[in-house]
């Protein structure tokens, strides 16, 4: 496939697979209409700048910085260059088809599109013809419909009739004199050039679902000195522009040849993750999973049966467990596993637009996306023991409130909100008491304990390195054959689910 940006064609890249009930068509006519409002209908563009590097300078690490400043260039800027398009497109059997897609490219040679924003249309010629909306002229109001549409996978339903593409076809034929040859207005060219990287000794190959700026700049960095990366599923197309010659794949879901690979890196979509989970432990994988789990109890009773027969390693990314902290917590605390700890965390969240992926409804709430980390800290930390009561509350629209009491008798108070500056990312002041003694970690970087009477011990680390400690004891154990998560472990995202529902029937 091919993509265009600013004057440059860039070819050899995966096209996209369609999913449910997609159409792949070949563009023949192509018209950008306007950029898509939202900086890319699933992702968030992050603000840049001078002060913002600086404000990162004072939590990160310089080679943290370097790699986080670094991802954000060209390969993100290419990919939040999302569209409202429409068109005519040749599909497999050579029918064509007028499309509309409220988040494409700016120019992509293929595009998966829903059934129901098609219609069959009788065309003659293949020559590849682009145009942009002259500037000042408005689009017909169906087109702004779609541009609030979201893609299937989102688990948004459209009925077959949704869209009367009639006045769209019309609205072609009257622009396509103005447009012209793809290739005079893309003339510079680029092909994704093949790469020769061989493993280390003693890294395992690994597959990775999902190409995204955490596993560019966290996942696969942390993982290097252990894990070698053979493969990639990404469904952006435009994220494997700068992925090299390693084999990609635009299916959301697992190939046959990815039996092969002994490691799996699940960082794609939420509402994946089991499955791929799944699919990894029956063909002997080892699944390292990013939060969450799963995002619905039938997929994580799944997981957990399969887990269970099969008794193979997994491991959950919860970044939490691996704190350089926790050591210092049981002593200064002077408790020891499955003692009730008490726990309050208040959690600030960048508010994202509504049509981010978190926001899909496959997604679920902030509960699931983000919220399951401190539901896991709060269990991690009383050793899992059976929880007894839970209570979920809307607040307003940009806050919730969890409530969990344990058996041993811990309970949590945990607040998310979207309502705060963003000037460091994401913000939480987490407190552990028991009696007479307390511990406050904020922002996973600066930890204090004390008792009635004196301060106990105060440790500052940087933003990320819960984040290496954490791949680098998986890294390790998948490396030397050790044993992964337990069973128990995965009370936390059975207790999360169950509050999301709770919190989706108020």
Same mark, same amino acid.
């Given at each position: 496939m091919e993509i265009g940006y600013a004057s440059k064609l860039y070819a050899g890249i995966p096209g996209p697979t369609p999913i449910q009930d997609e159409i792949l068509l070949e563009s023949v006519h192509y018209l950008a209409v306007r950029p898509n409002g939202n900086n890319g209908?699933?992702?968030?563009?992050?603000?840049?700048?001078?002060?913002?590097?600086?404000?990162?300078?004072?939590?990160?690490?310089?080679?943290?910085?370097?790699?986080?400043?670094?991802?954000?260039?060209?390969i993100e800027r290419i990919r939040n260059d999302k569209w409202l398009v429409c068109g005519i497109g040749k599909d497999v059997n050579n029918a064509y088809h007028c499309f509309v897609h409220p988040s494409a490219q700016y120019f992509q040679s293929q595009l998966a599109v829903p059934a129901c924003w098609t219609?069959?249309?009788?065309? #003659?010629? +293949?020559?590849?013809?682009?145009?942009? /909306?002259?500037? $000042?002229?408005?689009s017909i109001d169906l087109l702004e419909e779609i541009a609030e549409m979201m893609p299937p996978i989102s688990g948004a339903k459209y009925s077959e009739d949704l869209v009367d593409l009639n006045p769209i076809i019309g609205f072609l034929a009257e622009l396509r004199k103005g447009m012209s040859p793809v290739s005079t207005v893309f003339p510079d060219r680029e092909e994704i050039a093949p790469t020769d990287s061989q493993p280390s000794n003693g890294q395992i190959g690994a597959v990775l679902f999902g190409y995204g700026n955490y596993a560019r700049t966290i996942t696969l960095p942390f993982l290097?000195?252990?894990?070698?990366?053979?493969?990639?599923?990404?469904?952006?197309?435009?994220?494997?522009?700068?992925?090299?010659?390693?084999?990609?794949?635009?299916?959301?879901?697992?190939? #046959?040849? +990815?039996?092969?690979?002994?490691?799996? /890196?699940?960082? $794609?979509?939420?509402?994946t993750h089991a499955g791929l989970a799944i699919d990894a432990l029956k063909a002997g994988a080892i699944p390292v999973i990013e939060k969450p789990i799963a995002t619905n109890l039938e997929d994580f009773e799944a997981f957990k049966k399969t887990a269970t027969e099969t008794g193979s390693p997994f491991f959950q990314c919860f970044q939490k467990r691996y704190q350089v902290f926790n050591s210092y917590t049981f002593e200064d605390l002077e408790v020891t596993k499955g003692d009730p700890i008490h726990y309050k965390a208040t959690v600030f969240e960048i508010p994202l637009h509504k049509q981010h992926w978190y926001n899909w409804p496959v997604s679920g709430s902030r509960i699931i996306s983000n919220g399951c980390h401190w539901i896991d800290q709060f269990l991690f930390l009383n050793n899992y023991v059976p929880f007894t009561k839970f209570e979920t509350k809307r607040l307003n629209d940009q806050e919730l409130l969890l409530l969990i009491e344990l058996e041993n008798g811990a309970n949590a108070v945990i607040t998310l909100s979207d309502i705060g500056p963003n000037r460091i990312g994401m913000r939480e002041y987490v407190e552990l008491s028991v009696p007479d003694r307390r511990v406050t970690i904020i922002d996973s970087m600066k930890y204090s304990s004390e008792?009635?009477?004196?301060?106990?011990?105060?440790?500052?680390?940087?933003?990320?390195?819960?984040?290496?400690?954490?791949?680098?004891?998986?890294?390790?154990?998948?490396?030397?054959?050790?044993?992964?998560d337990s069973i128990q472990s995965l009370l936390s995202t059975e207790l999360a689910i169950k509050m999301e529902e709770q919190f989706q029937s108020l």
């Open positions: 209908l699933v992702y968030e563009q992050g603000k840049s700048g001078a002060q913002k590097i600086l404000n990162y300078a004072k939590v990160y690490r310089p080679i943290d910085l370097v790699r986080k400043v670094l991802s954000r260039q060209k219609k069959r249309v009788e065309h #003659k010629g +293949d020559e590849q013809l682009w145009g942009q /909306l002259p500037t $000042g002229k408005e290097k000195p252990f894990v070698h990366l053979h493969k990639i599923h990404e469904i952006d197309s435009s994220l494997l522009i700068e992925a090299g010659g390693l084999p990609k794949s635009t299916n959301p879901k697992a190939d #046959k040849e +990815d039996a092969k690979y002994p490691v799996w /890196l699940i960082a $794609g979509f939420h509402h008792s009635s009477v004196k301060t106990i011990r105060t440790k500052n680390t940087d933003k990320l390195h819960y984040l290496r400690l954490m791949y680098q004891e998986i890294g390790y154990k998948i490396k030397m054959g050790e044993q992964g």
